[in-house]
């Protein structure tokens, strides 16, 4: 991840970009919420390990940002994630306790540990209070305690929905004099809400102290990222940086490295191209490139369907179909207001005929599935909508997924998407399902290799996917209370928090805690062996998690401490070792302080949140 986003902040300060809006550190804790798409996951440690990534690859570990690196800017700040009824911009009126140990821990560890140069406030209100106007969160923690010294900017047009939505101000004056005074340097996009600020400062509305820490804290980053030595760029440097050979690979890497394998039912993958004479490509989403909703169009890389076919040459035949559409339109200039516009139902009717045909005459089916940018997106006004209310496949995707499996083919179902889906009907009947994600512009390369075994894939669920949207919320690190089952309903999730399969198989064994019994800021040693039991070389994303057995206030029943990715070949055993230092036992008291608090807790170390060795670590009060 550090190298992905490095080559990204090399590309875009070679154009003469000096500051990104990345990484986004919302946790996505309902996957109706559009902006799901532009998320890392749903737990708060593993958001804020990703983020450090993100930072240190974009702004490099320097305390000066060099000619190769960009500043950041932390989005969103905070709790933008969880909005009431998945609603985009809905408010966040969580509790301090549940806001500060999820929402805001990806922040302070960025703030504080990657040392992030800037942060922008989120649209959304915690607590009545929207986070534009909000000075507890802009000043007192963001500056005070976690000791910030970077800028704050608004979300575009931000400080004009103060007004225009939240109604806590009467006008864009009153807007602008609120956000300056609780803390925001920078108005991006709105309005004229600062346009009079002088004249406040004269009225007594606005102290010059507020004027001078917003100009100053901009300067600062100007002049750290040395735009007062070095102005300009180097025009010629632009086509030797951008997308390069090695920026390719890099992307191939890590688009096989996030490919998620569900389901491999009867080990119908790896395909082997040395027996398939012909493959049936179909789905709404096999041919063209989909990045995501604030990519820029036209959109480049090169999809499924085109790395299929350059995969296969001359060794087998790609008979490809549409086989359905999600919508009839596709994205286009990012500030275009345009509505999804949905198939009718004679042409999706024609279109999977087609494929039923393309299917017949091919030995095995690949069948891309999902959402695309028109539905999985932003969604910032009426007119450009990208919330749902349900997480079903789109369209008529599920129908066409029954027509193929009656022809009885092999299928395997490739998924590219932004956000979970509610696949019920295909986790039971399609033998092999991989969930891809965006996977950016290597994609067809990169699901060739894996379809056909030349990667293996490693990828695990960084966010759950529910049965169905009644079971929301329904990420993993629920409290004690929460357990009670529906009536004539699974509750189980679909696929759980940090599930993914492999084309080999991994046993865990010969767990072990050293020592078993330590002091409150005392430190243990968390070991496992880790075979490969299989007979291909693959990686494995070994996972630990806690859990405060005895707690009050109370804790969730299991939160991720650690993972680390390894690679084992055949019959290779490898012990894993994790070190559990006090700053991942700690929790909010019932005075709020960050403490580690004696007791027993049940450390879990395995292959997802719900397949693990368990073992017990007695902390006491030293």
Not at 25 to 38: A, F, K, Q, V, Y
Not at 230 to 253: F, G, I, M, Q
Request: glycine fraction near 8%.
């Amino acid at each position: 991840m550090e190298n992905v986003f490095k080559a990204a902040g090399l590309e875009a300060r070679a154009r003469g970009t000096n500051e990104v809006l990345a990484p986004v550190l919302d946790l996505s804790r309902d996957p109706r919420w559009g902006r799901t798409e532009e998320c890392y996951g749903e737990d708060p440690y593993l958001v804020s390990r990703i983020g450090m990534a993100a930072i240190h690859g974009l702004q490099g570990r320097s305390k000066l940002i060099n000619q190769n690196h960009v500043a950041v800017t932390l989005k969103h700040f905070a709790g933008h994630g969880e909005p009431k009824g998945g609603r985009n911009i809905a408010p966040v009126n969580y509790s301090e306790r549940y806001f500060r140990e999820n929402f805001l821990y990806p922040f302070k560890m960025a703030v504080q540990k990657a040392h992030a140069h800037a942060i922008m406030a989120s649209y959304n209100e915690w607590d009545g209070v929207p986070n534009h106007v909000n000075y507890k969160l802009l000043t007192q923690i963001l500056r005070h305690e976690w000791g910030f010294n970077g800028y704050v900017m608004s979300d575009g047009g931000g400080l004009d929905v103060l007004y225009n939505v939240h109604h806590v101000a009467a006008d864009s004056a009153q807007a602008g004099i609120m956000a300056i005074n609780a803390g925001v340097d920078y108005a991006l996009g709105s309005s004229d809400c600062f346009t009079p600020l002088v004249q406040e400062v004269k009225d007594g509305k606005v102290s010059e102290k507020v004027i001078d820490r917003a100009v100053g804290d901009i300067l600062r980053l100007k002049f750290t990222l040395g735009l007062f030595d070095h102005p300009y760029v180097d025009p010629s440097r632009v086509n030797k940086v951008t997308n390069s050979k090695a920026h390719k690979e890099l992307a191939k890497k890590a688009a096989e490295e996030a490919m998620i394998l569900l389901k491999n039912e009867h080990h119908l993958l790896p395909l082997d191209s040395t027996k398939i004479k012909s493959l049936a490509v179909i789905g709404p989403n096999a041919a063209g490139i989909h990045l995501g909703g604030y990519s820029p169009v036209p959109m480049h890389g090169i999809g499924v369907l085109q790395g299929i076919r350059e995969f296969a040459g001359n060794r087998f035949k790609v008979n490809y179909a549409v086989g359905c559409k999600i919508t009839t339109n596709k994205k286009t200039n990012w500030l275009v207001n345009e509505k999804p516009i949905p198939n009718s139902k004679s042409n999706d009717e024609k279109l999977i005929g087609q494929a039923v045909q393309a299917a017949r005459k091919s030995d095995a089916v690949l069948l891309v599935l999902g959402g695309n940018e028109l539905i999985d997106r932003e969604a910032w006004n009426e007119n450009h909508l990208g919330d749902r209310d349900n997480l079903n496949l789109a369209g008529r995707q599920q129908e066409l997924a029954k027509a193929i499996l009656k022809t009885g083919k092999p299928v395997i179902v490739l998924l590219i998407n932004g956000r979970p889906l509610s696949i019920n009907y295909l986790q039971k009947n399609v033998p092999a399902i991989i969930e891809g994600w965006y996977l950016g512009e290597e994609t067809g390369p990169a699901v060739a290799d894996v379809l056909f075994g030349k990667t293996n894939p490693s990828g695990k669920l960084t966010i759950t996917f529910p049965r169905s949207v009644g079971q929301l919320p329904d990420f993993y690190d629920k409290k004690p209370s929460d357990f009670r089952h529906y009536v004539w309903a699974n509750s189980s999730p679909l696929y759980p928090f940090g599930y993914g399969l492999s084309y080999t198989n991994f046993t865990y064994s010969n767990m072990k805690i050293s020592p078993k019994k330590i002091p409150i800021n005392g430190d243990a040693t968390i070991s496992v062996d880790v075979q490969n039991a299989g007979k291909v070389k693959g990686d494995e994303i070994v996972e630990m998690y806690i859990h405060d057995i005895v707690s009050f206030p109370t804790r969730p029943v299991e939160e991720l401490k650690d993972f680390t990715r390894i690679s084992l070949n055949p019959g290779e055993k490898r012990t894993v070792t994790f070190h559990l230092t006090p700053d991942k036992l700690k929790s909010l008291n019932l005075k709020m302080k960050n403490v580690v608090q004696p007791g027993k807790f049940e450390i879990m170390v395995g292959k997802s949140s719900t397949d693990v060795l368990r073992d017990t670590l007695n902390v006491v009060q030293s």
